[in-house]
């Protein structure tokens, strides 16, 4: 399945660069916008797989367009430009870019650079997942001790006891553990709220 590319060009020789090197490396062309359209709705509009700038250098509104992009749409986003000191690579890899090609576009360089960026984007991807699950592994795991915490006084039971009072609740209302340790400290909360709110009536 061909590649499906968005091409974002500064001027018309730009234009016919991008052009003629996806067409050289058997890309298909979703989208070919001017760098001033609207590149949110045109990359909503178009569907594709990767973007493609030239330029000459990004300024600051551009880093914060593809850094807006990248925050809206998993798509991996390719910069051709004809300068690039240190500061500005940085910034643009802060800002989401995949790739950040100094000396400009030439039509052999296009295929792989794609590819290499392809495969960065995906394997960034996977590690992000990676931490994501990590990160909510670990939630989950602060919210399930403080959950049996919580029964544990309440029912003056174990600590076994507690889990597979939590587990019993998750697997009765087919949902996973964290979730049902979040549901017990609501109510738990809701409960220590309305004891609150009855003894500040009872003064």
Same mark, same amino acid.
Do not use: W
């Given at each position: 399945?061909?590649?499906?590319?968005?091409?974002?060009?500064?001027?018309?020789?730009?234009?016919?660069?991008?052009?003629?090197?996806?067409?050289?490396?058997?890309?298909?062309?979703?989208?070919?916008?001017?760098?001033?359209?609207?590149?949110?709705?045109?990359?909503?509009?178009?569907?594709?797989?990767?973007?493609?700038?030239?330029?000459?250098?990004?300024?600051?509104?551009?880093?914060?367009?593809?850094?807006? &992009? /990248?925050?809206?749409?998993?798509? @991996? *986003? %390719?910069?051709? $430009?004809?300068?690039?000191? =240190?500061?500005?690579?940085?910034?643009?890899?802060?800002?989401?870019?995949?790739?950040?090609?100094?000396?400009? &576009? /030439?039509?052999?360089?296009?295929? @792989? *650079? %794609?590819?290499? $960026?392809?495969?960065?984007? =995906?394997?960034?991807?996977?590690?992000?997942?990676?931490?994501?699950?990590?990160?909510?592994?670990?939630?989950?795991?602060?919210?399930?001790?403080?959950?049996?915490?919580?029964?544990?006084?309440?029912?003056?039971?174990?600590?076994?006891?507690?889990?597979?009072?939590?587990?019993?609740?998750?697997?009765?209302?087919?949902?996973?553990?964290?979730?049902?340790?979040?549901?017990?400290?609501?109510?738990?909360?809701?409960?220590?709220?309305?004891?609150?709110?009855?003894?500040?009536?009872?003064?």
């Amino acid at each position: 399945m061909s590649v499906r590319l968005m091409l974002v060009y500064q001027s018309q020789q730009g234009k016919a660069l991008l052009q003629q090197a996806a067409a050289d490396a058997d890309y298909q062309v979703a989208a070919c916008v001017l760098l001033e359209s609207d590149l949110q709705q045109a990359l909503q509009a178009c569907q594709a797989d990767v973007m493609i700038f030239d330029v000459d250098q990004p300024d600051q509104k551009l880093l914060a367009r593809t850094h807006t &992009l /990248s925050q809206l749409h998993a798509i @991996p *986003i %390719v910069i051709f $430009a004809e300068r690039g000191d =240190k500061e500005t690579i940085i910034e643009a890899t802060n800002a989401g870019v995949t790739s950040y090609v100094v000396d400009g &576009l /030439s039509p052999n360089r296009l295929q @792989p *650079i %794609v590819e290499a $960026a392809l495969a960065r984007f =995906k394997a960034f991807q996977s590690l992000r997942q990676e931490l994501h699950e990590a990160k909510t592994k670990l939630e989950d795991r602060k919210h399930i001790d403080k959950a049996k915490g919580i029964l544990m006084q309440q029912k003056s039971i174990s600590e076994d006891q507690a889990y597979q009072a939590l587990r019993k609740l998750a697997m009765d209302r087919n949902i996973k553990m964290g979730e049902a340790a979040c549901n017990v400290i609501a109510m738990a909360e809701l409960f220590n709220q309305r004891v609150s709110l009855l003894v500040c009536r009872s003064r």
